[in-house]
């Protein structure tokens, strides 16, 4: 959560339109507690795939939007 908050407020001061895109693949570990904390901020979309589909899934899930 740490190092999207610190990337957030650097681009924000930089001053350029941005977006980070999070993509929980499934994952067993707190990924989707973390994901969820960091997707109040606007700039922030959050996808979760119930179970892992793969790398492949998951860059599509995210350039999709």
Same mark, same amino acid.
């Given at each position: 959560?740490? &190092?999207?908050e610190v990337m957030a407020q650097?681009?924000?001061e930089v001053g350029v339109e941005w977006e980070i895109v999070v993509v929980?693949? @499934?994952?067993?570990?707190?990924?989707? &507690?973390?994901?969820d904390n960091?997707?109040?901020c606007p700039n922030i979309a959050v996808y979760t795939h119930k179970e892992n589909k793969?790398? @492949?899934?998951a860059f599509r899930t995210g350039s999709d939007d």
């Open positions: 959560r740490h &190092a999207v650097t681009l924000n929980d693949d @499934g994952s067993t570990d707190a990924t989707a &507690a973390i994901a960091i997707s109040e793969g790398i @492949g899934a």
